[in-house]
C-alpha cells in the first residue's frame, strides 16, 4: 500500500507539506546501516563493507541497541507510536504504530517507510493508490494533486532544475 499522507502530525514530523509512505510487514525489509563512531565516514567515502544488517524488528523492538550502534534516531511522537529517523542528516525514515492492532488484513504488523528514501529506480515502479488523512490536507495541495499542476486557472511554472532562469515550455493539453 502506498498512501498520500495529509495529516497534520506527519505534515509537522517531516517538514512536508504531503508525506508519501509505503506501508509494508516489517519482515519486508532490511536495513543496511552504517556504525556510529567519531569517525564515521562522510556520505561520499562510505564503503559497502561499512554497513551492517538489521532487521525492522530489531529497530522497532530493539530500538535503544540500533540507536546506540548507529545513526538511527526514533521520536515517540504519541502513545504507542514512534518516529524513526537518520541522527546523522535528519533524513525520516519511518512511522510505526505499537498499540493495540487495528482491523488489519495483513497477516503481522505493518510500519510505514517513507517512499522518499527508496531508491529512484524503484520509486519508477511503484504507484501511490490512496490518500491517508485527506480530511486533514491543505487545501491547496488537495487540490494540486487532485487536478494536476493547472493551479487557481494557470499552470505552474517547471523548472528543469533549480535554476529559476530555465523554464520548461510545453504545450497545454
Known sequence: MIDLD??????????????????????????????????APSAAAIKEDDYKEYTTGDLTEN??????ATFYTEYISSPDTHRGFCGRCGTSLVFCYSGPKPNWQLPERNFDVSLGTLDREYLEEVHVDRHGWWNDGIGWMKALVRDGDNFNGARLVRHPTGAVKDVINEPEG
Open 6 to 39: 495529509h495529516c497534520t502530525s506527519c505534515r509537522l514530523a517531516t517538514g512536508s507539506i504531503i508525506q508519501a509512505w509505503i506501508v509494508l510487514p516489517k519482515s519486508w525489509v532490511k536495513w543496511y546501516m552504517i556504525s556510529k563512531h567519531e569517525n
Open 63 to 68: 530500538a535503544s541497541a540500533v540507536n546506540t
